[in-house]
């Protein structure tokens, strides 16, 4: 895992290099600390949105 971070009041986003190894494994821990998760779903972000996101944080 890379990373996480909120996305709003009942949501995450969590970094990971694979998330086909991820996913599985994410799952599993959120079950077994009772969360209810509705939906896990993959995210990709473009070159240009990942360089508008570091200057903007400079």
Do not use: C, F, N, Q
């Not at 599985?24 to 998760?37: C, F, N, Y």
């Amino acid at each position: 895992m890379d990373g996480w971070h909120p996305d709003g009041p009942e949501a995450y986003v969590l970094a990971v290099s694979d998330s086909t190894l991820a996913a599985p494994e994410v799952s599993r821990v959120l079950v077994a600390a009772g969360a209810d998760a509705l939906s896990i779903s993959e995210s990709h972000h473009s070159l240009e949105d990942v360089y508008l996101k570091l200057i903007k944080e400079d």
